[in-house]
């Protein structure tokens, strides 16, 4: 059985640290054998105590402490299982390593005779280039799930859950490069929405996603496909509230050419260019009663038909739809088929409002403040006292694109050393949507806005300044509380 590090001789002088009766023993001993995931220890005079720290001087790297528990003891002698607290110390002790592993003709992971340490192991595979500057790395990569294996009983089944959560998390976590702003946090509803993802993108089922403007729905698809056995084939983007209705059906299956008028050529539609991957589907709630009736009858046979086509094609495609509406409340109502429902709705991920993630504002607050302060260039330290407290006390209506640019104009606006809440336009935020007790949100957050924009005769721009919202979240807003504005005359 292969080993799963290098072993190296050594004699450093160390000393071990542990709790005892009296408080705390201190023992100087010898480290003999050595390798990433352990070593031996000679030279005890007292029974030794896990866990125990082992400081350690490198002759390159310098001090390095280590934490250790004991394998096996006898007479004097304990064979120790390493603990890492950080990068830096795995690091360092690797290239401490790396200078005494002596190139030899077996592995030093099987035993086996391999002839040079320059490529892999022919008996266990193991790759044997220790010079390569990636080499900890790699090896690291290689032996993740053993390396997980062997410490896995240690743990309860609830830690093992906090892990996954933790993993799900920094895969999804994007870097400042991306534009996934809406999934950086690590609010427990986030995480949630992270293991439904990663559980979604091993099937090929229909999703339906819900969520409010502005919380992710379409970086969620994208997440989704990414992440799915179609990763290599087209994810295709259609939002059917911005599309008039009467072009939304050549949109989504094409046309052929003099199929009306205006049709000079024929065109693809949105559901063939993603053939072979998935098609992402905002707004469906928007879908007009004819055009819900041919997507059924797509998912029913997955066949498109092109206007003023004469045959149909099978077109492989998958299916992730979003809404901000009440799709439960449009069926009883009947104005959403109720079987073209149950079949978008295989498979729900219910995306949470930024007013309901908890320190996930502040987090994001911050994080806008790093990425567009380095951008745009900034000398202002942060968010005062006083602006952190607004930002958690205010209800983001707009959720996450409303967070961006008030921290943007926070940016802009900011005199002195911090931003403060009156330059995010966050003075008063009481006086706002804010308002809103949790309990009555839905209800008193519609009463709040049917009295802006009659107070400002429907005019929606002076309105959403006054709510200090954008005037698309606004319209999003009275869609979804169905407040109509009158036509003008």
Known sequence: MARLDVRVKTDLPARV????????????????????????????????????????????????????????????????????RSKSSISALWEYMRERIIDGECCPYCGQNTGTYEGKCENCGCYLNFRDAAYLEKHLRNTFTERIQNKINRLDTEFIQKMINVIDCE????????????????????????????????????????????TGKELTAKAIHERSERKDKPLVALNCAAIPEGLLEAELFGYE??????????????????DGGTIFLDEIGDLSPALQAKLLRFLEDRKIERIGGKSGKTVDVRIIAATNCDLDGMVEKG?????????????????????????????LAKYFFKKIGRTEGTSLKGFSENAVSAIKGYDWPGNVRELVNKVRRGLVMAAGEFIEPADMELADCHSTLASATHKDHSVAQRDMISDMVVKHNFVISHAARELRISRPTLYSLLKKYEIKIPPKD
Do not use: W
């Open 17 to 84: 640290v542990y709790p005892d009766k009296a408080g705390k023993h201190e023992e100087d001993v010898r480290l003999k054998e050595l390798s990433l995931s352990g070593g031996v220890l000679v030279g005890f005079t007292a029974a030794l105590q896990d866990p125990f720290l082992i400081n350690l001087t490198l002759p390159l790297s310098g001090k390095l402490e280590l934490c250790g528990e004991s394998v096996k003891t006898d007479h004097g002698r304990v064979a120790a299982r390493f603990y890492f």
């Open 171 to 214: 895969l999804m976590h994007m870097d400042d490069a991306s534009n996934d702003d809406e999934f950086v946090g690590t609010s427990q509803n986030m995480l949630e929405v992270f293991s439904m993802i990663r559980k979604a993108a091993g099937t090929d089922m229909n999703i339906l996603v819900l969520g409010e403007s502005g």
């Open 257 to 274: 050419k003099g199929a009306f008028t205006g049709a000079y050529t024929s065109r693809k539609g949105k559901f063939e260019a993603a």
């Open 335 to 363: 104005t959403f088929r109720t079987d073209l429902f149950y079949r978008l709705n295989s498979l729900k991920i219910k995306l949470p409002p930024l007013r309901d993630r908890g320190e996930d504002k502040v987090i």
